[in-house]
């Protein structure tokens, strides 16, 4: 019995040893859920092209932790970027704000889209002037006449 | 023909794009916190659980907190040069012991040639790593006479650093009033 008790005692005081590594928090499938796609949201800023969701690294564990922990706390996901945001910067986030410092990044694939649909209109309005203006002038008419005579006299 | 030297202008544009990228270091991400008041904390000192250092009680003086850890291989690097700047004795740095065993910590300090920190606050789980935006140990935030960030390094500082940046910031502030 003695023995028993000592050897309880031991298991229980190794149980807060283990227990350091954060467990996941939330049990509750629905708030994981919603965790999960927020760290999809958030890179790692350790392994730079990994979100905290893919990242195996200490602090992608730890951020996630934080991202359950204040779901949980009642936090909307926008309250959860902007501290996220706070302390890593506009870096942390894997679909930038539109800002003005992101204008650029945004409009840039519509304006080389616009850009290259106007080269195109431009250059086939071209075209097709050149050919409508195909029409020969004078000059071109009285030159090929005298091309075709100066061919005449000389199978004369 | 000007039409020609269209796509030679575009691979000069691109080229110089591409030459500026290759020079910086992507692990350098703009912080957040230059200018805005350092986060609080309270954290136990690593020498004596019993006493505390926190932000607020620094107030008034121009400090360094350097985020360190036994497991982190580059602050190896950065160690003797915090030394040195320990030996000055005109500088006030303060250690984040982070994410880290306390007696880790003291057998590396011991072991690497002392310790060069006036008080060293551990943080063990890293949340106060986290409020500071820590992802990359070392990281040193400078941080002036009212308590605001003014400078972060991130990764060691070298003497090129410590000599070109640091202690010419820690200069104008000290004497900022």
Known sequence: MRYLILLSVLVLSSLPVQAKEAQPLALD????????????????????????????????????????????????????????????????????????TTLLLWAGPALLFVGGVLILLVSMRNRAARAASAEPSAEDISRAERLLQSEQEGKA | MWKWYIPLGIFLVLGVFLAVGLTLNPREVPTPFIGKPAPAFQLSQLDDFQKTISPEDLKGKVWLLNVWASWCVACRAEHPVLLEMARRGDLNIYGLNYKDQPNDAKGWLAQHGGNPYTAIAVDFDGRVGIDYGVYGVPETFLIDKQGVIRHKVIGPITREELNGKLLPMIKQLEQQG
Do not use: H
């Not at chain 1, 204040?70 to 936090?75: M, N």
């Open chain 1, 29 to 100: 499938p629905e708030l994981e859920a919603r965790a999960n796609a927020l760290s999809r949201e958030l890179r790692c800023l350790v392994c730079q092209n990994q979100t905290i969701a893919d990242s195996e690294a200490e602090l992608a564990k730890d951020l996630k932790q934080q991202v359950r922990e204040q779901l949980k706390a009642g936090r909307s996901n926008d309250e959860i970027v902007d501290y996220m945001v706070q302390r890593y910067g506009d870096f942390v986030l894997y679909r930038p704000r539109i800002q003005p």
